[in-house]
């Protein structure tokens, strides 16, 4: 029997997941980290030997549900799920290409609607812990360029608004986390200047005080950049256009 805190983490190979899986393990909990790569969950392993690797892929759905077991059956328990896979490519986003649209949803929006899928009723009887997902700023409004995206992030943020409905009733805390620019593999093959771009290693501390030391809904940083992204969201369709269209000439 395990009496440490469980986390569940996808996308943990990279990125801002692989500094979530350092910063949760470094704070003394057990994290079962998931993603494909297993080569770099092992480096997370020997660098932290709290960090536990679980490889797999969330575009397979009965692999999901077979990791979520294997992590029941070593640690018996799971405080929080957070599922963080996610992928982008501005390349494909400069024109209408529908195998990309299909792949980027396949797998940010389908991968985390599999990954709950597998945790569902397991939080349904446990009735605590928490379920928090990675979104985007870019899940407010549509940006130029990045139509599969912003649409894989927005069906996100609007499933995550949904479920907290239904899990604030048996005392299970949904959370829904919308960084603005974070360097990763991800935003290094963006081609523009990213304002106020942040370390992973801060959107680590950000999510981890958001989950364990506040209650909200949506956890966003930096404020900054993440609250003048909230006044463009309530700005009529004509003005922010326009403001978004001299932006991108730029
Ligand atoms: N960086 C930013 O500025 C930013 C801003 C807002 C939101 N986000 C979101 O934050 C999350 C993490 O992004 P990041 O910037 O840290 O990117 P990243 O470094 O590229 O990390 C992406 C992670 O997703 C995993 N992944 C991709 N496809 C997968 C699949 N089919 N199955 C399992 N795991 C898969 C990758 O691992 P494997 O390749 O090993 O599978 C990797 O661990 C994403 O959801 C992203 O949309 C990022």
Not at 33 to 55: D, K, M, T
Not at 65 to 82: A, L, M, Q
Not at 116 to 130: D, H, L, M, T
Request: proline letters at 4%.
């Amino acid at each position: 029997m395990n009496d440490k805190n469980v986390i569940w983490i996808t996308g943990a190979s990279s990125g801002i997941g692989r500094s979530l899986a350092l910063k949760f393990a470094n704070e003394g909990w057990v994290v079962a980290a998931s993603a494909r790569r297993e080569n770099l969950l092992q480096e997370l392993h020997n660098e932290n030997e709290n960090i536990h690797s679980f490889p797999l892929d969330v575009t397979n759905v009965e692999q999901c549900k077979t990791v979520f077991d294997d992590i029941i059956k070593k640690f018996k328990n799971i405080e929080i799920c957070v599922f963080g896979t996610g992928i982008h490519d501005p390349k494909s986003e400069k024109s209408f290409n529908l195998d990309k649209i299909r792949k980027i949803m396949e797998v940010n929006y389908f991968g985390t609607m599999n990954s709950i899928n597998s945790i569902y009723e397991y939080f349904i009887n446990k009735k605590s812990g928490q379920i928090s997902i990675i979104s985007s700023v870019a899940g407010y409004r549509g940006l130029p360029a990045a139509g599969a995206y912003c649409a894989s992030k927005s069906a996100l943020t609007s499933f995550t608004e949904s479920l907290q409905f239904e899990m604030r009733r048996i005392n299970v805390r949904v959370s829904l986390i919308s960084p603005g620019f974070i360097k990763t593999p991800m935003t290094d093959q963006n081609d523009f200047p990213m304002p106020m771009i942040k370390s992973p290693e801060f959107a680590a501390e950000q999510i981890y005080i958001g989950l364990i030391k506040k209650k909200g809904f949506e956890i966003h940083f930096p404020k900054t950049f993440t609250y003048f992204l909230k006044f463009l969201k309530i700005l009529p369709h004509a003005i922010y256009f326009k403001l978004l269209t001299i932006g991108y000439k730029k």
